[in-house]
């Protein structure tokens, strides 16, 4: 009976112990790597801020060193930032806008000379040039 009893409490105690490990294919190798991945991904983690400090140019950014040179004067005709040359061409829409830029339209050469800049950048210098018109 004593025996019994001992065996009850060890099997209860064993019950309570396992059910959290009920799922034992979580338990496998791959999962333990898993779960231990964190800690060797620090140095990944450390470098991260530094690709995000080489992010996104801003629209003023793009503009002061791609675009200014034509806009800023309205050479050959380009719309200058914050004028009414832009009314018209805004009629066009932003998409039409973003993709005579991207791709070239007369004398405005593909992406305005900036072949590094991302479409989204590209976007920001024609929002940041038509801010307020
Ligand atoms: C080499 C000179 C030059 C540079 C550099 C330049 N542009 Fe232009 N851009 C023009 C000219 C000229 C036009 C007018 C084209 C036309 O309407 O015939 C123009 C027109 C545009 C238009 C209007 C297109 C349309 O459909 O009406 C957008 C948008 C534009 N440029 C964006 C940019 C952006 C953004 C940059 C910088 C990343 C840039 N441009 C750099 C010359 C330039």
Redesign the pocket.
Known sequence: MGVLKQLNRTLAVAALVLVPFAHADEMSDDAIKERLKPIGSVHVAGAQPVAAAGGARSGED??NA??T???GAG?????KPASADWKP?LE?GME???D??ING?????P????MD?SDDE?KA??EY?TDGV
């Open positions: 793009v503009y791609s675009c040179a034509c806009h050479v050959l005709g380009a719309p061409r066009k039409t806008l973003l005579h830029a339209f007369n004398a405005m050469p992406k305005g000379t900036c800049c590209i210098a024609i040039m």
